[in-house]
């Protein structure tokens, strides 16, 4: 009888720890779901920002360009589209009339500016694209991941990742 007893007993603790064991497994488990959602949702914000916020692109076709050379009136090497240097904006065949009232202009000739002039407006119009993005992110601790992720790239382009 004593024997039965002891076994019962055996199987009762096996039993609970198993189920401890099996509960504990599967809250490992939703975290690390939540975790790679969040990590998957962080990932997809940070390219959003690099492509679409720190990388200059062509407003029509996207295809990404580094620089120019003297007139603000740009021409996209792989498309048609005539664009502002100032503002990236699409001016359809001819970008002159734009440049000479754009309001990010920051230069006093109007088609003509130095490269620390481009450099500058475009650092003026990432800082305020980065920090419209960011507003935008509802969920408050996916928006401070965001922001810590894409830190490193919006520094090196002199643009501050303001706490949000």
């Known amino acids: 009888v004593f024997g039965r007893y002891m076994a019962m007993k055996e199987r009762h603790v096996e039993q ?29 914000h940070r390219q959003r920002v690099e492509d679409e916020v720190l990388t200059l692109r062509c407003p029509r076709c996207k295809a990404a360009f580094l620089d120019f050379d003297g007139c603000m009136a740009l021409k996209c090497g792989a498309c048609p589209c005539h664009f502002c240097a100032w503002c990236l904006a699409d001016c359809g065949g001819d970008a002159h009339p734009h440049i000479r009232r754009c309001p990010s202009r920051v230069a006093d000739d109007p088609y003509y500016a130095s490269g620390e002039q481009f450099e500058a407006a475009q650092r003026q119009r990432r800082q305020r694209l980065l920090d ?24 090196e382009l002199g643009i501050e990742v303001r706490r949000v």
Request: negative net charge; proline residues 2%; hydrophobic residues 35%.
């Open 132 to 155: 419209e993005y960011l507003a935008g992110i509802e969920d408050e601790r996916t928006r401070r991941e965001v922001a810590a992720a894409v830190e490193a790239p919006a520094r």
């Open 16 to 44: 609970r720890v198993v189920g401890e064991q099996q509960r504990e497994m599967e809250r490992r488990l939703l975290e690390l779901e939540e975790r790679m959602a969040r990590e998957g949702t962080v990932g997809r």
